[in-house]
């Protein structure tokens, strides 16, 4: 797209907000409907378009992609009343008769800049809330998800107006080329490096944003677990979407005389789930690109492999892969992994395992499998991250009452449920008045009515 065409674009996207259509609740309803109807009915094609990119399952492309837009949208049409209603909140004393009230008001014009690895849930929950919040919305999806980028900018097409909501397809230039424009909101979702400059072109235009980026996520698994549910657990949330989750755990610090054991249970439960050979799985997802294929490949020099370790460059597939004897220096602890590529540092004491966290940049998910309850709020207590679980792993990013976000390197702002629609609302704040009882206190010239404003004020 040249920059003419782009000017045209947000042009017509401005008309379109300045008439005011976004702003009636029963437009926005019927537009989420039609989203709904969108997803539904090309869902075969969905699945397919996320095949051919990530190898994903059916499984993985209702509950991660289509199935969970369907929710949040059910949500949004469900509450969009209650959430967009003025809501009134005390007035202080100096100004009764008065009331105050917050009104939501949509910023206007959105860009929402989405990543490859959940490239249907990740470009079009956001566009939920911006859709209830009563914004125009640009999209742009990511290219490396080739087929899923094709299919969304052809849906978005077909069923919207253009004025309303577009999809932009291409590379970071072609975001860059964007990002020079000005948007009233940009939601970013992708790694910190290109969420500094999401941000540094925000800043040009004093444009607020909502960053939802990446990081290493620690899994801490302590004594006093169930080891067969524990080992389960981290095996389906690390090797879903093929380690390819924003929240998946990125490595797992065991309590030294609970690994082998605890090891020796995931990799039955890797059995259990992917087969002897999980490239036959019809249940095992693929890498997307070869440069990533790669880039995880050269990790496998870390350490020493206990289970998998192998890949096969064609097809993209990378075995699931424990790695033994890790230690914090080693290559794969410096970079988020990305992959379906577990290591695994051992601990004596909870403080070396504490140390370890805490030396590294806060994460997007940290979790915790013990039973103790003291040990439980010490670690609440000693560590930051966007958010977790403790005995289990990903599933607090699906329930649309808990904010999804990062904090420090791993994001800024949260999002999910009625929070997507905040995230998209300008809080307004009024305070209406009549004329009556006009109290002169406030009015020079002041005289002594600072100590009749003390005892009100
Ligand atoms: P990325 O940051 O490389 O790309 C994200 C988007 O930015 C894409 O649309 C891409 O086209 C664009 N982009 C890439 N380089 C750019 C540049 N130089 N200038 C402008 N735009 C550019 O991320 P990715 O590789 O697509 O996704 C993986 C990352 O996203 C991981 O770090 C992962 O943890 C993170 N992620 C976060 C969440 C979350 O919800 N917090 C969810 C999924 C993924």
Redesign the pocket.
């Known amino acids: 797209m040249d920059r003419t065409t782009l000017a045209a674009l947000l042009a017509d996207h401005r008309a379109f907000f300045t008439a005011n259509r976004t702003k009636d609740l029963s437009f926005r309803r019927e537009q989420l409907k039609q989203l709904r109807h969108m997803i539904v009915r090309n869902e075969a094609a969905l699945f397919e378009a996320l095949k051919q990119d990530l190898g994903k399952p059916a499984f993985e492309s209702y509950g991660g992609e289509t199935g969970f837009v369907v929710r949040e949208i059910d949500g949004a049409l469900k509450n969009l009343d209650r959430w967009a209603k003025p809501r009134r909140v005390t007035t202080p004393l100096a100004y009764f008769p008065g009331k105050s009230r917050i009104y939501q008001e949509p910023y206007g014009v959105a860009m929402i800049?989405?990543?490859?690895?959940?490239p249907v849930q990740?470009m079009l929950t956001p566009l939920v809330g911006a859709m209830a919040a009563g914004n125009c919305a640009l999209l742009?999806?990511?290219?490396?998800?080739l087929h899923t980028s094709h299919l969304l900018a052809q849906l978005i097409k077909d069923h919207f107006d253009p004025a309303y909501i577009s999809c932009v397809e291409?590379?970071?230039?072609?975001?860059?080329l964007l990002?020079a424009e000005r948007f009233d909101y940009l939601f970013?979702?992708?790694?910190?490096?290109?969420?500094r400059?999401?941000m540094t072109?925000a800043a040009r235009h004093l444009t607020p944003v909502t960053?939802?980026?990446?990081?290493k996520n620690p899994c801490i698994v302590d004594k006093d677990i169930d080891l067969d549910v524990t080992a389960r657990r981290i095996v389906w949330g690390k090797f879903f979407n093929c380690g390819?989750?924003?929240?998946a755990p990125d490595y797992l610090l065991v309590r030294r005389d609970i690994k082998k054991p605890l090891l020796g249970r995931i990799a039955a439960a890797v059995q259990q789930f992917y087969g002897t050979d999980p490239s036959q799985s019809p249940d095992y997802g693929r890498i997307?690109d070869h440069g990533?294929f790669d880039r995880i490949m050269r990790l496998l020099g870390s350490g020493t492999v206990i289970l998998g370790g192998t890949g096969d460059r064609p097809t993209r597939y990378i075995a699931p892969t424990i790695l033994d004897n890790i230690t914090t220096g080693d290559a794969i602890m410096q970079e988020?992994i990305?992959g379906p590529l577990l290591p695994v540092l051992p601990y004596d004491e909870i403080d070396q395992a504490i140390a370890v966290v805490n030396k590294m940049p806060k994460p997007?998910a940290l979790y915790l499998f013990s039973r103790g309850r003291k040990l439980q709020q010490r670690i609440l207590r000693d560590t930051s991250a966007?958010g977790g679980c403790i005995n289990d792993v990903v599933i607090q990013?699906s329930s649309d009452s808990l904010p999804?976000?990062?904090v420090g390197e791993?994001?800024i702002g949260a999002y999910h449920g009625k929070l997507s629609f905040d995230a998209f609302s300008h809080q307004r704040s009024i305070i209406r008045r009549g004329f009556l009882f006009d109290v002169r206190l406030r009015y020079p010239p002041y005289k002594d009515h600072l100590k009749w404003v003390r005892k009100f004020w």
């Open positions: 800049i989405g990543p490859w690895n959940f990740l742009k999806p990511s290219i490396t998800a291409g590379g970071a230039e072609t975001t860059q990002l970013f979702t992708g790694g910190p490096a290109v969420g400059i999401v072109a960053l939802e980026l990446g990081g390819q989750s924003c929240v997307i990533h988020e990305f997007l966007g990013e999804f976000g990062g791993s994001g």
